[in-house]
DNA sequence: ACTATAGGCAAGTCATGACTTGCCTGTCAA
DNA sequence: TTGACAGGCAAGTCATGACTTGCCTATAGT
């Protein structure tokens, strides 16, 4: 996949970069139950972390493995292209 | 379908909003010719109309029927919902 | 050594969205 | 009124992504 916009489409992946961004660096085990309780997601553990391989793929979170435990941070920088494609003022040619 | 992220997450789409930014108010057929000219983009009539219609769901874009010929305009203010989202400055408790 | 915990790999099911083809409606110009 | 142009409706194909189940690896504690 690794594309920023296919990655954002499932509801289940946003709801991953809400909770990371209420409590960042959390482990697969943490986000499956935050999740399950706050988001009303209730999704299998396989699942969370597909959508964490996705996420990680197109730099949305960044990952730190220490021993037994794997932190997930949440990285919102490429969302700024999204900005930058529409949301800019226009400019006859591009300000390059 | 009538979701902001799943509407973007087809190039196709991606496409047409930016060509609409290039030159705003186009027609169907107008966009079809230039989206296969300049974007590469060779798809059918009713495939773009399809999209459009997407678009327009999601409040992308706006149209104005005059006669014989539909115009579509670029309403690029729903992206601001991303921002707001998550490329806000955090706040313990929303700044509401 | 054994067990519990944290995570990964792989294959399979299922639904939905992207795109096509075919035909129909409406407006303008000769 | 006939033909050309702009657009819409509907059904069908096809691929891909979301999610599951089952099993395997690795680290830590007792």
Same mark, same amino acid.
């Given at each position: 996949?690794?594309? %920023? !916009?296919?990655?954002?489409?499932?509801?289940?992946?946003?709801a991953? $970069?809400?909770?990371?961004r209420?409590?960042?660096? +959390?482990? %697969? !085990?943490e986000l499956c139950t935050r999740l399950a309780m706050k988001?009303? $997601?209730?999704l299998t553990r396989q699942a969370i972390s +597909?959508? %964490?391989d996705v996420l990680e793929s197109v730099g949305l979170l960044t990952t730190k493995?220490?021993?037994r435990y794997k932190?997930?941070?949440l990285n919102t920088s490429p969302l700024q292209?999204?900005?930058d494609r529409w949301l800019t003022p226009k400019g006859k040619d591009e300000v390059s």
């Open positions: 996949m690794a594309d %920023l !916009f296919e990655a954002l489409s499932a509801p289940a992946r946003r991953i $970069l809400d909770e990371l209420e409590r960042d660096g +959390q482990t %697969l !085990f988001h009303d $997601l209730a +597909q959508h %964490l493995r220490e021993s932190y997930h941070f292209a999204i900005v």
